[in-house]
């Protein structure tokens, strides 16, 4: 893993819209890729369920997006998703994810989204002092605390996986 000195645009937007939020982050370059939990767990030598997976869901309803970060050891109960926000939820396809997000799928990260987007965080994150996440590309992560992430994106805490 190398710091990155010249960071390609989508890993920018996520690092500006960081320090825009108050957050001095480093993002890294993984060697690696870092598309899947395990595989972003190898890049950085974390366990797997420090990796925070930016996950898209879509609304069946209001077909608003609606970010979950979740663990990487676990995996999202759909139900508890829907009960939490009052509507069934679904998996868009990868188009609607980066008209969503910005970035494609595989470097989906909490910041630098093109809009706003509701977020709910699994409160299991919080057992680590330090979760990485995606930075707009699958070979750029990030690390971070959990109470940091939960602040600067708003994100409403419950059990979700």
Do not use: Y
């Amino acid at each position: 893993m190398t710091e990155s000195a010249s960071l390609p645009k989508p890993a920018q937007n996520v690092l500006t819209d960081a320090t825009e939020r108050g957050l001095d982050i480093k993002i890294i370059r993984t060697e690696k890729t870092a598309r899947s939990a395990v595989e972003a767990a190898e890049a950085v030598e974390a366990e797997v369920g420090q990796i925070v997976k930016s996950l898209i869901f879509q609304g069946k309803k209001r077909e608003q997006p609606i970010m979950l970060l979740v663990a990487g050891d676990k995996r999202v109960d759909e139900k508890a998703v829907a009960s939490l926000i009052g509507e069934k939820i679904r998996r868009p396809d990868a188009d609607f994810v980066r008209q969503a997000t910005g970035f494609a799928i595989g470097g989906v990260s909490p910041f630098g989204s093109s809009a706003p987007i509701q977020c709910l965080m699994d409160e299991s994150l919080f057992r680590f002092d330090t979760v990485w996440a995606a930075a707009g590309t699958p070979h750029h992560v990030f690390a971070i605390d959990p109470t940091s992430l939960r602040d600067a994106t708003g994100a409403t805490v419950a059990q979700l996986g």
